[in-house]
């Protein structure tokens, strides 16, 4: 497998497992296929870390739309519900 390539067989991969973490180390996510179809992602725990790190809370997010004081208004729906037979 060359350097360009990112891309893995489960076969490959068993075979060459300390190249694939190297590779997701030096070069990026590696993807491993199972029968032609993509399987998983190995990354470096740097990069899942990076990924998966809480960005602020849901607040802030709020806080920080670009839809605040747009003057967008939302209503909530008030129907009745519905009578059931239990």
Same mark, same amino acid.
């Given at each position: 497998m060359s350097k360009a390539e990112a891309s893995w067989t489960v076969v490959d991969a068993k075979a060459h497992w300390s190249r694939v973490i190297d590779q997701a180390l030096a070069d990026g996510p590696q993807r491993i296929t199972r029968n032609g179809r993509p399987a998983v992602v190995v990354v470096s725990a740097e990069e899942w870390d990076r990924k998966t790190r809480r960005k602020g809370t849901l607040a802030e997010f709020?806080? *920080? *739309?670009? =839809?605040? !004081? *747009? !003057? =967008?208004? =939302?209503e909530r729906v008030k129907d009745e519900p519905r009578d059931i037979a239990l």
């Open positions: 709020f806080a *920080s *739309s670009p =839809l605040r !004081g *747009s !003057g =967008l208004e =939302l």
